[in-house]
C-alpha cells in the first residue's frame, strides 16, 4: 500500500514530511481508543472554535451570536446540525475518520471526502496515522494528479457590459504546475483554472439578474484547464486577464486545493451582490491560509471583483507578481499600431477576401498583415468558431492561415506592455458617497446626498478602470430643499450602464446605454413628481480625438410611469423618444469635464416635449476624494450644486 494522499495532504499543512513507515504500517482496523484520545484534546483544546476550522466550515456568526455555514449542501456536513453547530461537526468528523466500513462511493467515505478537514485536524491534534483505517482514493489522486499544485494565482477578468453576469468583472483562481508561475507563458495554459459560478437555468437577462439577486441559483465549484477559460474570456470575449501570483506556501497551497475538492461536491445559494464568485474566492484562500484577512477587506452588501484584488494588496507580501495576459482585441488593436497605411489598407481587403493580393513589400511585412488578419477575424468571429457556427468563417481563417504559412518566416513575439493605469488594483473603491450644495431657480438653496452602491462612471478617477464604461449599482440622489424644509428623492437607478466604442475602420461596434430606476419629472407632465423609468438608447462613438475628447451621438427611447403624470391621452405613462449625446473632456487622471443632453419627443402627452442637459466638472485631489461641481437645465428650472465624493 503506497502513502495515503490525505496522509501528504496533512504533512504538506504541518510543512513537514510525510511519516511514510507510519502510514505504510497503518493498522487494518481502527484503533477506537486512539479515537477518544483525539475527541478529548479536540475538547481540551475546544479546536471547534479555531479560526481554521470555523473558515473550513464556511460557519459565520449569526444575529443572535449563534453559527451559521454559508454552504448549503446538506451532504457536506457529517453531523445532523453540522450546518449550525461547529463543535457537532467536528466531533462526526472525527468518528467519520475512523469508520471502516465499505462505502458504495468514494465521497462517502470521510478521508475521501474531506482532505482538508484531515490535513486541519492530524496537525492540531497529533493524529497516529498507523492507528487510522487505511485508505485509497483513487478519484481525489486523479484530481491532485491532473492538476499537480505548487502555487496559485487570483485572476481577473475584466468588465464585460455584455453578459449580465460579468458585468462588474469575474474572478477565479489558477492552480499552476510551476513555483514560480510566469516562467513559460504558454505552459500556464496547462495549468488549471477553478471557478465559482451560479449554474443558471434561464439564458434571459433580466429572470437572471432577478434569481442571482435574491440567491436562486446554486453556485459550484468547477474546474478545467486554464487555456478554456483563457479562450472563453480573452478570445470570445475580448477580456483582458490580469494574473496576481499569491505567496503562499507549499501547506497552504495543499490546503487550498484540498478544500476546493471539498467544495467541488456540495453547493451554495448564489448571491449575485454578496455571496458570490469574488466573495467564495477570498473565503476559500481564507479557509486555506488563516492568516490572511481578505474578507474584512471587501463591502457587506456588495462584494466585486475589483474589491477582491483591492483585498489581496490589504495583506502586505501576498501578492509576489502581477501579470497581463491581453485579450485578442488587444492583440488585434496592437498589431494595427505597427502596420504602415498600405498594409492596413491590405488587412481590410483581406477581411472582405482572403485571397486578396497582399502589398509588394518584404515578406517579414506581409507575415504582419496576414497575422493582423487572422485576429480581425477571430475577434469578430471567435464565439461561433469555437462552436462551429461559423463555416464561412472558418474557411477563411484555413486560407489565410495557409498563406502565412508559406511565407517561411517567424514573427516576433508580439510584446504588449500592460497598461499600468488600467490595473485594477490601482482603482478607487467601489462604494461612493458624496454631499453637495447648491441652488435651484425654482427651489431656492438646497442640499444634496448622493449614495452609490457601485461601481464606476465616466467622471471618476480613471485608473483601473476601462476609459470608455460606465456601470453603476444603485447611484441615489436626495436633496433638501432648506427654504422649505422638505426632503425630495431626486433620482435613484436599479442599474445605470453606459458602454462606448471607438468607431474605426475596423471596428463598427455601436455604442448603448441603459438605466432602470426612478427619477423626478422636471417638466409640465406633473410638478416633481416621482416617476418610475426605462431607458435604452444606442449610437455610435469617436473617441480620443485630440487624445482628451471623446463625443457620442445617438437616440434613445424611454417609458415613464406615475400615478400624478400627466401621460399618453391623460394616462399615468408615457413614451418619449429623441435624440441624445454626451461629451467628455479628459484632462488625464486629474479631471474631467461631461455634458450631457438629452432631448424627448413625448408623443400623445402634455407637454409633447422634454429635455435635460447636464454639465459636470470633477478634479480627483486623491484617489478615494473628488470636487464635484454640477449644474443641469431642466423645463422646470435650472440649478447648480457644488460638493464633494468620497470613495470606499
Not at 493524529?127 to 483505517?133: E, I, M, Q
Not at 517567424?410 to 458617497?433: C, D, K, N, Q, T
Not at 442640499?447 to 480613471?462: E, I
Amino acid at each position: 500500500m503506497g502513502l495515503p494522499l490525505v496522509a501528504l495532504l496533512a504533512a504538506l499543512a504541518a510543512a513537514s514530511p510525510p511519516d511514510a513507515a507510519a502510514a505504510e504500517a497503518a493498522a487494518v482496523h481502527p484503533d477506537p481508543a486512539h479515537l477518544a484520545e483525539l475527541r478529548a484534546r479536540a475538547l481540551a483544546l475546544r479546536l471547534w472554535e479555531d479560526p481554521g476550522w470555523i473558515r473550513l466550515g464556511h460557519w459565520r456568526r449569526t444575529a443572535d451570536g449563534g453559527w451559521k455555514s454559508e454552504v448549503d449542501g446538506s451532504a457536506f456536513f457529517r453531523a445532523l446540525f453540522g450546518k449550525t453547530n461547529p463543535q457537532a461537526e467536528l466531533d462526526a468528523t472525527l468518528r467519520a475518520f475512523f469508520d471502516d466500513r465499505p462505502v458504495a462511493d468514494e465521497l462517502s467515505d470521510a478521508q475521501c471526502r474531506y482532505p482538508a478537514r484531515f490535513a486541519f485536524l492530524a496537525v492540531k491534534l497529533g493524529v497516529d496515522l498507523a492507528r487510522l483505517p487505511p485508505r485509497r482514493c483513487p478519484r481525489l489522486e486523479a484530481f491532485l494528479d491532473r492538476v499537480r499544485p505548487r502555487s496559485v494565482t487570483l485572476v481577473f477578468s475584466s468588465y464585460y457590459l455584455n453578459n449580465p453576469a460579468s458585468a462588474f468583472g469575474h474572478t477565479f483562481l489558477r492552480l499552476n504546475k510551476e513555483r514560480e508561475a510566469g516562467k513559460g507563458r504558454a505552459s500556464e495554459l496547462l495549468d488549471y483554472g477553478v471557478d465559482y459560478a451560479a449554474t443558471a437555468t434561464t439564458g434571459n437577462a433580466i429572470l437572471y439578474a432577478f434569481r442571482g439577486l435574491f440567491g436562486l441559483f446554486e453556485g459550484h465549484w468547477s474546474h478545467m484547464a486554464y487555456y478554456y477559460k483563457v479562450r472563453q474570456y480573452a478570445d470570445a470575449e475580448s477580456r483582458d486577464l490580469w494574473e496576481y501570483d499569491l505567496d503562499l506556501t507549499d501547506g497552504e497551497v495543499a490546503m487550498l486545493t484540498g478544500h476546493l475538492w471539498e467544495l467541488g461536491a456540495t453547493y451554495f445559494q448564489y448571491w449575485y451582490l454578496d455571496e458570490n464568485c469574488s466573495y467564495h474566492v477570498l473565503v476559500a484562500l481564507e479557509a486555506a491560509a488563516p492568516r490572511l484577512s481578505l474578507v474584512d477587506h471587501v463591502g457587506r452588501a456588495v462584494v466585486l471583483p475589483s474589491d477582491t484584488v483591492l483585498a489581496l494588496f490589504e495583506n502586505p507580501g501576498l501578492v509576489r507578481r502581477v501579470q497581463y495576459r491581453p485579450s485578442i482585441r488587444t492583440q488585434f488593436e496592437a498589431r494595427l499600431a505597427r502596420l504602415s497605411p498600405e498594409g492596413l489598407d491590405a488587412v481590410a481587403a483581406l477581411d472582405a477576401d482572403p485571397s486578396a493580393p497582399l502589398p509588394r513589400s518584404s515578406p517579414d511585412a506581409q507575415a504582419a498583415v496576414l497575422d493582423a488578419a487572422v485576429d480581425h477575424l477571430d475577434v469578430r468571429h471567435e464565439r461561433e468558431l469555437v462552436v462551429g457556427k461559423a463555416p464561412e468563417a472558418a474557411r477563411a481563417r484555413q486560407l489565410l492561415l495557409e498563406r502565412r504559412s508559406a511565407l517561411g518566416v517567424v514573427s516576433p513575439p508580439l510584446e504588449i506592455a500592460p497598461p499600468r493605469e488600467r490595473a485594477p488594483e490601482l482603482g478607487h473603491g467601489s462604494f461612493r458617497l458624496g454631499a453637495a450644495g447648491g441652488a435651484s431657480s425654482r427651489d431656492g438653496p438646497l442640499a444634496v446626498v448622493d449614495v452609490r452602491l457601485a461601481l464606476h462612471d465616466l467622471g471618476d478617477p480613471p485608473p483601473g478602470y476601462p476609459l470608455l464604461s460606465q456601470i453603476e449599482f444603485l447611484p441615489t440622489r436626495v436633496r433638501l430643499l432648506t427654504r422649505e424644509g422638505t426632503l425630495q428623492l431626486d433620482e435613484s437607478w436599479f442599474v445605470r450602464i453606459l458602454s462606448l466604442n471607438d468607431v474605426s475602420r475596423f471596428d463598427l461596434r455601436p455604442s448603448w446605454r441603459a438605466r432602470l430606476g426612478a427619477t423626478t419629472v422636471r417638466d409640465a407632465a406633473c410638478a416633481s413628481c416621482v416617476a418610475g423609468q426605462a431607458e435604452l438608447g444606442g449610437g455610435f462613438t469617436t473617441a480620443a480625438l485630440l487624445r482628451v475628447l471623446d463625443l457620442y451621438a445617438g437616440a434613445d427611447a424611454s417609458f415613464e410611469g406615475s400615478p400624478r403624470l400627466s401621460g399618453i391621452s391623460g394616462a399615468p405613462v408615457r413614451l418619449g423618444v429623441g435624440p441624445g449625446g454626451l461629451a467628455r473632456l479628459r484632462l488625464g487622471s486629474v479631471a474631467a469635464v461631461i455634458v450631457d443632453a438629452r432631448w424627448r419627443w413625448l408623443p400623445g402627452a402634455e407637454p409633447d416635449r422634454t429635455y435635460e442637459l447636464r454639465g459636470t466638472l470633477r478634479v480627483h485631489l486623491a484617489r478615494e476624494v473628488s470636487l464635484a461641481l454640477e449644474a443641469r437645465r431642466t423645463p422646470a428650472a435650472d440649478e447648480a450644486t457644488a460638493g464633494v465624493l468620497g470613495y470606499f
